[in-house]
């Protein structure tokens, strides 16, 4: 269980970086109106449990309708969206500005965030799904209770974050390195683990 809670974390983090520069700005924007906390906190609740729901309801059709044997291959997923990152990162086209563009000019709500949360998740969906599809099932709900945990920790240090720019803009500066490293060590580990391709 202990293993489930450290994967889960690590897990998390990696795929929240890109969240937390967004929430942050949210927080700048929002800056000085009342209630804007609670909004964004419910915002990115209801945006993160969407992004988790589909990734549980795909990984779950994926373990009943495919032969087991096929679920170490989902590593291929994380690892080759690590290499496409990796490659859009060297040719300096990292997506790093997605997240500004889509809060400039918008009302802080919650249903703003969440849409906001929901739309910047494809890359969670896309590693959480294989990871998902190959833990047992007391080990995703170890990952559920933990992400629901660190959501609220999350929103926190986004909002200490959008009041001291310049550790938001060191996360902004790194985050097209270590997302794709992390996704294509942790599809080469589902892939091993798993024994996909004989390893």
Do not use: C
Not at 152 to 161: E, M, P, T
């Amino acid at each position: 269980m202990l293993t489930a809670i450290l994967q889960a974390i690590g897990l998390f983090i990696v795929t929240s970086i890109d969240d937390l520069i967004v929430l942050s700005l949210f927080f700048a924007r929002g800056a000085g109106s009342r209630g804007t906390t609670w909004r964004i906190l419910l915002g990115h609740y209801v945006g993160f449990g969407a992004i988790l729901l589909a990734s549980v309801t795909v990984a779950l059709a994926a373990r009943s309708f495919l032969p087991e044997g096929l679920l170490p291959y989902f590593g291929l997923i994380p690892l080759l969206l690590g290499l496409y990152m990796a490659w859009k990162a060297w040719r300096g086209d990292a997506e790093d500005d997605d997240g500004q563009e889509r809060v400039a000019g918008k009302r802080i709500s919650a249903l703003t965030v969440a849409g906001v949360t929901f739309a910047n998740g494809g890359d969670n969906i896309g590693v959480y799904v294989p990871v998902f599809a190959t833990v047992s099932t007391s080990s995703l709900m170890v990952y559920g209770i933990v992400f629901f945990v660190l959501i609220a920790v999350l929103v926190f240090l986004a909002k200490f974050i959008a009041t001291r720019k310049p550790i938001a803009e060191v996360l902004e500066r790194w985050e097209h390195i270590l997302f794709p490293v992390v996704l294509i060590g942790l599809g080469l580990v589902i892939l091993i683990e798993g024994g996909a391709f004989g390893l």
